[in-house]
């Protein structure tokens, strides 16, 4: 089937930088949309930003907590979805997940189905 993989988590001092990477690998037909969700301790998953590829042009959106702080880039060339995390500050501590809408070959015939990655965690602290 489909496998996402996320690196880059890890523990940054706040104004610090991280970016996420999510590599997708299977039998991959297409990718519409990938997107980072996050879960803070205690706290329900949200969405933080969504990049859709159409006609070659991608458009996102962002959670309005990080929009100008946060930004969402794809490869799809190497089916790679990338979170670019500027001034980063305590409360964007969490469990980051890359999902991805992904069209595939299975068997005799494509599907489309929601793909999620394992979680990667960013910890944001002095």
């Known amino acids: 089937q489909v496998q996402l993989v996320e690196s880059g988590g890890g523990l940054v001092q706040p104004g610090g930088s991280l970016r996420l990477s999510c590599a997708a690998s299977?039998?991959?037909?297409?990718?519409?949309?990938m997107a980072w969700y996050r879960q803070p301790p205690g706290k329900q998953r949200e969405l933080v930003a969504r990049?859709?590829?159409?006609?070659?042009?991608?458009?996102?959106s962002y959670a309005e907590s990080v929009r100008g702080r946060f930004t969402i880039s794809r490869d799809n060339a190497k089916n790679t979805v990338y979170l670019q995390m500027n001034s980063l500050a305590a409360e964007d501590t969490a469990d980051y997940y890359c999902?991805?809408?992904?069209?595939?070959?299975?068997?005799?015939?494509?599907?489309?189905?929601?793909?999620w990655g394992q979680g990667t965690q960013v910890t944001v602290s002095s």
């Open positions: 990049i859709t590829s159409h006609s070659n042009t991608n458009y996102t």
């Open positions: 299977g039998n991959i037909f297409s990718i519409n949309t």
């Open positions: 999902h991805a809408h992904v069209t595939y070959y299975a068997g005799h015939a494509y599907r489309s189905d929601d793909f």
